[in-house]
């Protein structure tokens, strides 16, 4: 693989008054060919106009973030990423990249998730050209490449994930819905590992959009509500036997009323019912004995 290498440039400032010398020079030759001088004077015009022309070849400016990769007859020389305003061989060929950083926002794709349920997803990744070489010489074409590394990437994540967590499963294990970071983070690292061959950085990567795909869309939805109604009876009647127990100790131990098992379920039976109903419970006052 190529190796990004420092080639050597000049201050453009510092060759301008140089090549202008040049180029001057060439007009004076003239002068004296015209007052009587022979052919060394013809020659020499000849020479500073090549010379001009060479000297004006060199120069070149590069703005912040900006790099010249200079190429000579088909071999790799180095790389410039001093900004302003330079010189250097006139005969290198200059391939100017970009090292700003560039946002990809990734298209919705239809994968199948660990468990093999169709889902839509997709990434936004932030990168930039780290290894001017390696971006221009070992991959025909960079932008392209991050494009499709990006959504092969993504793919693969999709299938090392489930989409959310299903019954008697582990809460604590990542999935692609509740485990963002983890996601994320692995997302990041693949992806890198993805794009060094192209000289490629990535500063971040995160999914933006991820759903079931619409054809089951409906059916797992009404799945999710059926779970989150079972954790929250699951819940309620906790509390509520938890309440029921509570209140059986209590009257037992400060002895403020004695009552046998059949009494006993019915209070039980009562006080669930007032916890764990949905409507208003409306109590009914019995006027007469416990026992009546």
């Not at 912040?64 to 006139?90: D, I, M, Q």
């Not at 970009?98 to 990168?127: C, M, Q, T, Y």
């Not at 590394?149 to 990542?174: M, T």
């Not at 933006?208 to 939805?221: C, G, T, V």
Request: hydrophobic content about 45%; glycine content about 8%.
């Amino acid at each position: 693989m190529t190796q990004e290498r420092v080639v050597t440039t000049f201050s453009g400032w510092m060759m301008l008054p140089i090549t202008l010398g040049m180029g001057l020079l060439g007009p004076g030759l003239v002068w004296l060919f015209i007052l009587g001088g022979g052919r060394p004077v013809i020659a020499g015009v000849v020479l500073a106009f090549i010379g001009f022309l060479l000297l004006c070849g060199g120069f070149f400016t590069l703005e912040p973030n900006e790099s010249a990769v200079c190429v000579l007859f088909g071999k790799y020389h180095g790389t410039c990423k001093t900004e302003g305003f330079r010189w250097t061989n006139p005969f290198y060929a200059k391939i100017r990249l970009s090292l700003r950083s560039r946002n990809f926002d990734g298209e919705k794709l239809k994968v199948n998730d660990k468990k093999g349920s169709p889902i839509e997803i997709s990434a936004v990744v932030v990168w930039k050209v780290k290894d001017t070489a390696k971006a221009a010489f070992d991959v025909d074409d960079y932008a392209h490449f991050v494009r499709v590394q990006s959504d092969s990437a993504v793919r693969h994540l999709a299938n090392q994930y489930p989409y959310d967590h299903g019954e008697n499963e582990d809460e604590a294990a990542p999935t692609l819905r509740s485990g963002t970071d983890v996601i994320n983070m692995s997302l990041l690292a693949e992806l890198q590992e993805r794009l060094n061959k192209a000289g490629v950085e990535v500063e971040e990567a995160r999914l933006n959009h991820l759903a079931y795909a619409p054809e089951i869309a409906q059916a797992m939805l009404k799945r999710q509500q059926a779970e989150a109604v079972i954790a929250a009876r699951k819940k309620i009647v906790e509390g509520a036997v938890s309440m029921v127990d509570m209140a059986l100790n209590r009257l037992e131990k400060g002895n403020i009323i004695k009552m046998d098992d059949e009494r006993k379920a019915a209070m039980v039976s009562n006080l669930l019912v007032v916890l764990c109903g949905e409507a208003e419970v409306h109590p009914v006052i019995n006027t007469g004995t416990l026992y009546n």
